[in-house]
């Protein structure tokens, strides 16, 4: 008997069967045992959904209103942050110290964020005789992804709410529990019916029909970028508004001078966060020649001290891929790698357990920066290490992909690594390890992205601008 059972939607304030009665199962990718079901929505579904968002949508909504409704929803959302962290650990195998903290205190950091936007935003400005006005935006489909759960819930819907923008959510198939109790939080928060509703299901039936929908004013989406490509130009004919944040492969550039071994202990470990699902990782260190050979052995030391195994022993440091469908792609990229030349320094694709989607952190020495494993993501624990002669190769290496989405410049001062990172074509970058800023907006150049996440910027996309035109001149 399947132990997590969500045999509703949540449409219009209440819980509803699904049109087709069918569901979708959970799998624990430790276990790959079945641990329980969401369902299975239709377009019939989706539809509801979206004149339930319509019929609750106002835009003369007041500030006041806007702030109180995030505030309700922050603080039922924190009280449910234990259940949550034990659902996104059970779901898709987050080790449980990463579920207990970067899984559910970043996006709680996250939301309080929010807050403190509205309360300094200007939601009216005059611009010489014209008064401009920014007004919500409308009926939005939110459509996430499983990596992190909570935290990409928490980065498109709460802006959303505090926008005055109400909502249709579509979570993933993989990891869909947690957004679950996120939705309870929401009906605590006593939310009026149809200001947050959620359909899960297939991404090809509801994420296409949400994004072709022409009662839907803005689609916001976190996936693979031949993913967001098909959300865009589904959304285009409608001519709606899109954000994507998409896919990465991300530079860890660690320039002459800089403290090597601080470089690569920190490199490793964000490359390896989350199994290295994350699109942000830096999975690609460039090291300059005169280094290889001693980043080499810091890198393989720093690795031995991730070690895999059941996510809910708190020693754990890397849990199993979150579904067979990814621990299959990622061991592909291993194999072809080797195929290609690479020259494989710790790890492999061999399964470390007998049962669940298990693989050891896996590092490639002597990667070509043209090569598959140089340009593509894998969003797995893989690391490629990539050697360069001069600053201006490190320059052209690190833009060298299709992606922009993250990053890290290491130097002897912060001047020179901002000198660096200027001419590096990418949304975010730590310089010098700084540290993680969740009122920073977030977001991709290229094949990374349209638009930005978090904080101000994140906030701002889900208002419209409106110029009022006066006749004096104040």
Request: include cysteine; proline fraction near 7%; hydrophobic fraction near 45%.
């Amino acid at each position: 008997m399947p132990q997590f059972e969500r045999p509703a939607l949540f449409i219009d304030g209440e819980w509803v069967a699904p049109s087709g009665g069918g569901v979708v199962d959970v799998i624990d990718p430790a276990t790959e045992k079945v641990i329980g079901y969401v369902p299975e929505g239709g377009t019939a579904d989706a539809d509801a959904a979206v004149a339930a968002a319509r019929r609750a949508f106002d835009p003369a909504i007041t500030v006041a209103e806007r702030r109180s409704r995030l505030q309700r929803v922050i603080d039922a959302m924190e009280k449910r942050l234990p259940d949550i962290a034990h659902l996104i650990t059970a779901e898709m195998g987050a080790p449980v110290r990463v579920a207990q903290t970067v899984q559910t205190q970043v996006p709680l950091a996250v939301a309080h964020g929010f807050a403190d936007v509205m309360d300094t935003f200007a939601f009216e400005e005059r611009i010489g005789n014209s008064l401009v006005l920014r007004e919500p935006y409308g009926v939005v489909a939110a459509i996430t992804p499983w990596n992190y759960p909570l935290y990409q819930v928490v980065a498109k819907v709460l802006p959303a709410i505090a926008a005055g923008c109400t909502v249709v959510l579509k979570p993933s198939n993989e990891a869909p529990l947690s957004v679950f109790e996120f939705i309870e939080a929401c009906q605590d928060a006593g939310l009026p019916p149809g200001v947050i509703n959620v359909v899960s299901g297939p991404g090809r039936v509801i994420g296409e029909h949400l994004a072709a929908h022409p009662d839907v004013d803005f689609v916001s989406f976190t996936g693979s970028t031949s993913v967001g490509a098909r959300v865009g130009e589904l959304a285009g004919r409608s001519v709606k508004k899109v954000a994507l944040e998409l896919g990465g492969k991300s530079a860890n550039v660690i320039l002459d001078g800089a403290d090597l071994a601080t470089a690569v202990k920190v490199g490793v470990g964000n490359a390896f966060l989350n199994g290295g699902q994350t699109c942000m990782a830096w999975t690609r260190m460039l090291v300059p020649t005169a280094h290889y050979q001693e980043a080499l052995g810091l890198i393989e030391a720093a690795t031995a001290r991730y070690t895999v195994g059941d996510p809910w022993d708190p020693g754990t440091r890397i849990g199993p891929s979150a579904s067979r469908a990814q621990f299959q792609t990622v061991r592909g990229f291993i194999e072809r790698a080797q195929s290609d030349g690479a020259r494989l320094l710790v790890g492999g694709a061999d399964p470390v357990h007998e049962k669940g989607f298990f693989l050891a952190p896996t590092v490639f020495a002597d990667v070509d920066p043209d090569s598959e494993l140089g340009q593509e993501e894998v969003f797995g624990p893989v690391l490629a290490v990539i050697p360069y002669r001069d600053t201006d190769d490190a320059l052209r290496i690190a833009n060298g992909t299709p992606y922009g989405l993250s990053g890290a410049v290491w130097a002897a001062d912060d001047d020179t690594a901002i000198a660096f990172a200027r001419g590096v074509q990418t949304g975010q970058l730590d310089i010098n390890g700084g540290a993680y800023n969740p009122a920073a907006p977030f977001g991709g150049y290229k094949k990374s992205g349209i638009g930005r996440e978090l904080g101000r910027f994140g906030f701002e996309e889900y208002l419209q601008t409106k110029s009022l035109q006066l006749k004096e001149h104040a």
